[in-house]
């Protein structure tokens, strides 16, 4: 008998989702490393089984590799008067953070704009003439060289972009050139050109470092390729080698909206990453494709969702980022933010470097302090000053009341909000460094107007608003000048300190009781404010007889000081001034003067210890009704360059030690 044997199984078909992913796959312009681990997991694909989970993991993943923007950028608008135009044009103010901006991005622009320059090395004059001419014409700076040693004579006193060079030349060949080369410039880029390719010498060229192997006749397209993508590459990183900028200031004083305004003011795509609460290091570099669930990290997919590869890329609250078991989201912004390490970025879930060079990373924080060093190391930090009252009533004028009046349709009405109103609003209705209550309270008062007119038959019946008004309008004073609201009192002296909301005053109470030589202290005050009000205790026990106190007074006292606000944690190290004061005011029975407040550290012999935030705290004694503000003499070059705004209606005294100013603060 004679069996028929059975015709072989037909190859399985690809489905077509694989065949339209190898279309896409072959047109992509993906980097090599990309494109090989697409083409194996396309492979891997083709033999798996459509129905298991693992096969949807991996159409998602390829999917992902190929939407990546890896070479899709925006073009920058490199004239830095426009971007002048358009900080000056969306923020009043902010003059020296405006100035630090328009440098840094100054820098870039030029490292942009330069053209790149290119060496040419060819013992044939012919060769180097038309290499010369082409790359003229191309815009490139080309110098040429007869030699190996006249090449190496001229990257001795310039430096070049690419040295295009050729392989056979006497006394020194291209290898030995490429060697010297990358011995003594290692960021330049060599191209070998020669005649006598073989596969031998160009992995041999590549191997010592050699970016790119040309055969002659040289194919001008390729040639003219390779120097573009060459010197491209070389202006990329020296535009990237740049600090990245962290703003640095109390809440509402335009950090993000300056960030929204760079990104407008070049052309580039704008993205906001707030950091607050963050925890699990994953929402930054991705989880591990072998979890179930796992996706690619916030970096990665907002580069995806945006298409390109160079937004201006705003990390909002890196002060406030979390910590626990899951890891430290602080560590990966080290290699986030390095300029050294972005360019080979690695996300947990896509397993294939990105280059991060492109974005322009702008952190924000309210202070920086509490971050790691490593991290504020890699930071430019530009320290956000608070408003004066002036530059709220004109933001007021310009941006935040026709904003108000079209948010809640009013803009048809003929409202006029005056200058003395405004003022009324920023003095006694809101206290603060930034624009956020006096945002709200404009909002407020937009609001009560809207419903006047919908009372009204559609026309609200007040069209001129003064101060008057609004205090109608708006009910009774939220806050008063504390200052003039209080009398001097006997050891209550005022302090001025600086915080991550700005500059605010403090009250610093002290009393004695009978007791057994115990200083108290309470308000919730941190150890540097603790070992402060040791020091001026012990300042003023070394110095009582000076200073008319019974040497005797805390032999058998108890001395309590106490920190208004107790709820509120305190710390610095620029309230020993204060505290001293208070203790002095104390023993002496002198009150203390209601309209001074001082500030800066104090040393057991008196002396006065410069301090942080001159500015911040000068704006809050101007909001506090204060009329003499006493500072450390070395603070006097800060001084001079505060704007006279900041110090409108207050006398600055200047100390080196305690005792010059006792007889001012004390009655």
């Known amino acids: 008998m004679f069996f028929r044997r059975p015709p072989p199984p037909e190859a399985p078909k690809a489905a077509p989702e694989l065949e339209s992913l190898r279309q896409t796959l072959k047109q992509a312009r993906l980097p090599e490393t990309a494109a090989q681990v697409a083409w194996r997991e396309l492979e891997k694909l083709e033999k798996t089984d459509p129905t298991l989970p693992e096969y949807a993991i991996g159409l998602s993943y390829l999917d992902l590799l190929l939407s990546l923007p890896w070479e899709r950028s925006t073009p920058d608008n490199l004239n830095l008067r426009h971007v002048e135009a358009v900080l000056n044009e969306q923020h009043y103010g902010l003059q020296p953070v405006k100035e630090r901006i328009l440098e840094y991005l100054a820098g870039r622009m030029l490292c942009s704009l330069q053209p790149s320059r290119v060496l040419v090395v060819d013992d044939e004059e012919i060769a180097r003439t038309n290499l010369e001419y082409i790359l003229q014409k191309d815009g490139y700076q080309v110098d040429t060289a007869a030699s190996a040693l006249e090449a190496l004579d001229k990257l001795a006193r310039r430096e070049f972009d690419v040295v295009l060079t050729d392989l056979k030349m006497e006394r020194m060949d291209g290898l030995q050139l490429l060697e010297a080369i990358k011995a003594q410039a290692p960021a330049t880029e060599v191209v070998m050109i020669t005649g006598y390719a073989t596969v031998g010498t160009a992995v041999d060229a590549l191997r010592k470092g050699a970016a790119h192997y040309l055969p002659k006749p040289i194919n001008l397209e390729e040639l003219r390729r390779t120097v573009q993508e060459l010197a491209e590459k070389k202006r990329l990183f020296q535009a990237s080698q740049g600090p990245v900028l962290c703003f640095s200031g109390p809440p509402g004083t335009g950090k993000t909206s300056i960030g929204q305004a760079i990104a407008t003011a070049l052309g580039r795509k704008f993205v906001r990453l707030s950091l607050a609460g963050m925890r699990d290091e994953a929402e930054l570099r991705g989880h591990r494709r072998t979890?179930?669930?796992?996706?690619?990290?916030?970096?990665?997919?907002?580069?995806?969702?945006?298409?390109?590869?160079?937004?201006?890329?705003?990390?909002?609250?890196?002060?406030?980022?979390?910590?626990?078991?899951?890891?430290?989201?602080?560590?990966?912004?080290?290699?986030?933010?390095?300029?050294?390490?972005?360019?080979?970025?690695?996300?947990?879930?896509?397993?294939?470097?990105?280059?991060?060079?492109?974005?322009?990373?702008?952190?924000?924080?309210?202070?920086?302090?509490?971050?790691?060093?490593?991290?504020?190391?890699?930071?430019?930090?530009?320290?956000?000053?608070?408003?004066?009252?002036?530059?709220?009533?004109?933001?007021?004028?310009?941006?935040?009341?026709?904003?108000?009046?079209?948010?809640?349709?009013?803009?048809?009405?003929?409202?006029?909000?005056?200058?003395?109103?405004?003022?009324t609003i920023i003095q006694h209705y809101t206290r603060e460094a930034g624009l956020r209550q006096l945002n709200r309270a404009l909002a407020t008062l937009a609001r009560k107007l809207a419903r006047l007119c919908l009372e009204e038959q559609q026309r609200c019946p007040v069209t001129y608003l003064d101060a008057a008004v609004v205090e109608r309008l708006l009910g009774p004073h939220l806050y008063q000048h504390e200052i003039a609201a209080r009398e001097d009192r006997v050891g209550v002296a005022t302090g001025l300190v600086w915080t991550e909301f700005g500059g605010e005053i403090i009250f610093v109470e002290a009393v004695r009781m009978k007791g057994q030589q115990q200083l108290l202290l309470t308000g919730s005050l941190g150890e540097v404010l603790r070992e402060s009000a040791q020091t001026a205790l012990s300042y003023v026990r070394s110095h009582a007889a000076d200073l008319g106190v019974d040497p005797d007074f805390f032999r058998h006292s108890d001395i309590h000081i106490h920190l208004p606000s107790g709820a509120i944690p305190k710390e610095g190290p620029s309230a020993g001034a204060a505290l001293a004061v208070s203790l002095i005011s104390l023993l002496t029975g002198r009150p203390v003067r209601r309209e001074v407040a001082l500030t800066g550290e104090l040393t057991l012999n008196g002396q006065l210890l410069p301090v942080s935030g001159v500015r911040e705290k000068l704006l809050a004694a101007q909001r506090a009704g204060v009329q003499v503000v006493i500072l450390p003499r070395q603070n006097q070059a800060e001084v001079a360059r505060v704007e006279e705004e900041a110090k409108e209606g207050l006398e600055i005294l200047l100390a080196d030690n305690l005792r010059e100013v006792l007889d001012r603060v004390l009655r």
């Open 291 to 423: 979890y179930v669930g796992a996706l690619p990290g916030r970096i990665i997919s907002e580069l995806r969702r945006l298409g390109v590869n160079n937004p201006v890329f705003m990390l909002d609250e890196i002060d406030k980022i979390g910590q626990d078991f899951r890891g430290d989201p602080a560590a990966v912004l080290l290699e986030v933010l390095d300029p050294e390490q972005n360019r080979h970025f690695v996300d947990h879930y896509l397993e294939v470097p990105f280059d991060l060079s492109r974005v322009m990373f702008i952190a924000t924080a309210n202070a920086v302090t509490d971050l790691p060093a490593a991290l504020v190391d890699r930071l430019e930090v530009i320290t956000f000053p608070g408003y004066t009252t002036r530059e709220k009533r004109e933001i007021a004028r310009r941006y935040l009341w026709p904003r108000q009046l079209r948010s809640h349709g009013l803009s048809g009405q003929e409202l006029e909000l005056t200058p003395e109103a405004i003022t």
